[in-house]
């Protein structure tokens, strides 16, 4: 599900980003990287799905994402094909690389002009697939859009490669969410290589290799079972502690009296509940 995929991204981010405990570190990034990284990643972890032009993403930023959709679905060979395969997966990162590395010097620091037009796609999405915009409007899309855009232009990390490792971190969380349901993913497009007719009756086979050349490791069922909703829950937890704690360093760095206040005023209110 959509809102599933977008979390997971964001999670994956929190994990390979932060040096906090429970984390990997993998790509170890100050809080702000941690909060526009989580933010973009759960763009770029629904990006595969922009191959349909009914989709949620399709409608993240009309009429501009709509148009995209339509050249994506016509050279893809539409949903879950080539945007779900490993080909697809090197056209993301390729394309996020030459996005990041587009920075302008200016006398306001080093901006960040194309991860902040990507992100504006990215972020939107993400947006869009937790239901935090209305399902056909489009000016408050582009208000938040444009916002975002400004944002991650201005404080993005100078480094421009944490883009292509948000996009590969995305659509990798993408893919293999995909995979483990019963729908498979054509890792292999354009090949499409079917299993043999006397194969694809056996109950392991015709489960991991369907019939259309797609692979699948259905631990979760189809997509929205209990078991996906089992897993996903604790993930989606993860990844909002993990963006709360990087939000709120911030918050200190940048405005220690306003935490302090809150705080001040969260301990008098539990005060007046004593245990």
């Known amino acids: 599900m959509g809102g599933h995929h977008a979390a997971s991204g964001a999670a994956a981010w929190v994990a390979i980003a932060s040096t906090g405990p429970y984390a990997l570190g993998w790509y170890p990034l100050d809080a702000t990287g941690i909060v526009i990284g989580a933010m973009a990643t759960a763009g770029t972890a629904l990006v595969c799905d922009w191959d349909h032009r009914s989709s949620t993403v399709a409608h993240s930023l009309p009429p501009l994402s709509n148009l ?40 306001w620091g080093l901006l960040s002009v194309g991860a902040g037009l990507l992100c504006m796609f990215m972020i939107n999405i993400a947006a869009k697939a937790l239901k935090l915009f209305p399902k056909y409007g489009w000016i408050s899309n582009w208000i938040f859009a444009l916002l975002m855009a400004g944002l991650v232009t201005r404080f993005a990390p100078h480094q421009w490669t944490w883009l292509p490792v948000s996009m590969l971190t995305g659509v990798l969380v993408h893919i293999v969410g995909d995979m483990v349901t019963t729908g498979g993913v054509p890792l292999l497009w354009p090949l499409v290589i079917k299993p043999p007719k006397f194969l ?17 490791i259905p631990l979760l069922g189809r997509a929205g079972s209990r078991r996906e909703w089992f897993v996903l829950i604790p993930v989606s937890a993860y990844a909002m502690i993990g963006m709360f704690g990087a939000a709120l360093a911030l918050a200190r760095a940048h405005f220690p009296a306003a935490v302090a206040l809150g705080t001040s005023l969260v301990n008098s209110l539990f005060g007046l509940f004593p245990g």
């Open 68 to 107: 995209i959709a339509v050249g994506i679905e016509n050279a893809s060979g539409g949903h879950r094909q080539g945007t779900h395969s490993v080909l697809g997966a090197a056209f993301f990162v390729l394309l996020a690389t030459m996005a990041g590395q587009l920075q302008l010097q200016t006398d």
């Open 200 to 216: 694809r009756k056996l109950p392991l086979v015709k489960d991991v290799w369907k019939a259309n050349g797609a692979f699948s």
